[in-house]
């Protein structure tokens, strides 16, 4: 049987990944992927094979094994918003979005001895127009600071409407993973 191993840290993947497999373990890149310049799509798969080949390389048995690398970024208007620095970034990034419509794209890279596939899912976000207070508040809990763009779709209440994956903004787009993941696990 193959093991799954998601190569992130993130609560949020953790909790999508066991939508998708029963069984997993998790193992975080731990080095700087670098900023190249690409557009947004390319960018998310650039990242999520990045992270999937890093823990794939420190893996001591590779045979039967399965790493699911991935990484989630908002962008407004052709520019790309990840996770804020600081309160002040978050803040900012969050008035840029007040009644905006974005896109949210996830790549993902699954990697295995045999074979590698890595895509990205896009979804569009709509917001809700945000006051400073509802920002700050927001802002306040914290939770704004580990997020691309600033947000959580499942804890921020900014969301309007969405056109796509709801697993996607959270951080990964289960529907299209299970699709995908299932010839890495059947050795089809």
């Known amino acids: 049987m193959k093991q799954v191993v998601l190569a992130s840290a993130s609560p949020r993947r ?19 992927e ?21 823990v ?33 970034e978050a803040k900012e990034m969050l008035r840029a979005l007040s009644g905006r419509t974005h896109s949210v794209f996830t790549g993902v890279c699954i990697l295995s001895e045999k074979k590698e596939k890595t895509f990205f899912v896009a979804t569009r976000v709509r917001f809700f127009n945000l006051s400073d207070d509802q920002i700050d508040d927001y802002i306040a809990t914290g939770s704004a600071l580990d997020k691309a763009g ?8 900014f969301v309007k409407k969405i056109v796509g994956s709801y697993d996607n903004v959270m951080g990964l787009p289960t529907e299209r993973l ?11």
């Open 14 to 32: 953790k909790e999508l990944l066991g939508k998708v497999v029963s069984e997993f373990s998790v193992c975080p890149c731990n080095m700087e």
């Open 34 to 54: 670098g900023r190249p310049a690409l557009k947004p799509s390319e960018y998310v798969k650039y990242l999520a094979g990045f992270k999937a080949r890093c």
């Open 56 to 88: 794939y390389d420190t893996l001591a048995d590779k045979v039967d094994k399965v790493v699911v690398g991935s990484d989630t970024i908002v962008v407004l208007k052709g520019k790309i918003l990840g996770k804020p620095i600081d309160s002040a």
């Open 150 to 157: 600033a947000y959580g779709i499942q804890d921020s209440g």
């Open 178 to 188: 299970r699709k995908e993941l299932k010839s890495f696990l059947t050795n089809k």
